[in-house]
């Protein structure tokens, strides 16, 4: 069965320091896989995307992302976080040799202090 | 910039009432979905439709849903006899390519009491 994990509900990080969101998934055929974010009564928001070719992808505000195909994982990072990036990330997956629909993480709420 | 719009932002229903969300995809999107997210829980997909007609939907998406798009435009997501735990967040979405990133709405919140 399809299923994203995010293990942490919740990050925290002192501004101007790097940060991490983990994210691991599992997919039978070739993963899709998504990053969104949700600001406050907002909707979601797409950061960026892996489909194929380099392992890191960047994507919008700064953010980038790291496939890794072995250890089934796709982290969210920021070399130096902003009090600005604190929000709702979600990972998501599509199993481009099933269907379109995407599969969802829980969610972790990041927090960036001043 | 092109965006899903959704109406209207706050819904409040009582049990048993029909409701009808709607949804302006971006306009050269071909595929559109409806996900919902019930407070404090993971986004679920309902629905996905292209070229006129469902083309998955989830274990959620009962005989209680449908979907149409009535006029090339509109998006439509009916709940015919609305449940308490019918009560989430829905969100619109859109893209011009099943795999591409969807984009979506800012989404319904939906409180049947």
């Known amino acids: 069965a399809q299923s994203v994990a995010q293990p942490e509900d919740q990050v925290n990080v002192a501004e101007g320091n790097p940060l991490t969101v983990k994210c691991t998934y599992s997919?039978?055929?070739?993963?899709?896989l998504f990053w969104y974010v949700q600001y406050p009564n907002r909707g979601l928001q797409f950061l960026l995307k892996?489909?194929?070719?380099d392992n890191l992808v960047k994507g919008s505000y700064g953010f980038e992302a790291e496939f890794n195909k072995s250890q089934t994982s796709f982290h969210l990072k920021k070399p130096s976080a902003l009090v600005s990036d604190s929000a709702l990330y979600f990972c998501?997956?599509?199993?481009?040799?099933?269907?379109?629909?995407?599969?969802w993480g829980a969610g972790t709420k990041l927090i960036i202090k001043p | 910039e092109p965006e899903v719009t959704q109406t209207p932002s706050h819904q409040v229903t009582q049990m048993g009432q029909e409701v009808i969300l709607r949804c302006v995809p971006i306009s050269n999107h071909l595929y559109f979905y409806w996900y919902r997210q019930i407070l404090g829980q993971k986004v679920e997909f309902l629905v996905s439709f292209y070229n006129n007609e469902i083309s998955e939907k989830s274990e959620i998406f009962d005989d209680q849903f449908s979907v149409e798009r009535p006029d090339g435009s509109n998006f439509t997501l009916k709940i015919r006899s609305t449940k308490l735990e019918d009560s989430a967040m829905y969100f619109c979405?859109?893209?011009?390519?099943?795999?591409?990133?969807?984009?979506f709405g800012q989404g319904t919140r939906l409180t049947v009491v």
């Open positions: 997919v039978s055929g070739n993963p899709y």
């Open positions: 892996y489909i194929t070719g």
């Open positions: 998501a997956v599509r199993d481009m040799d099933s269907n379109y629909q995407l599969i």
């Open positions: 979405a859109s893209n011009w390519a099943g795999g591409d990133e969807a984009f």
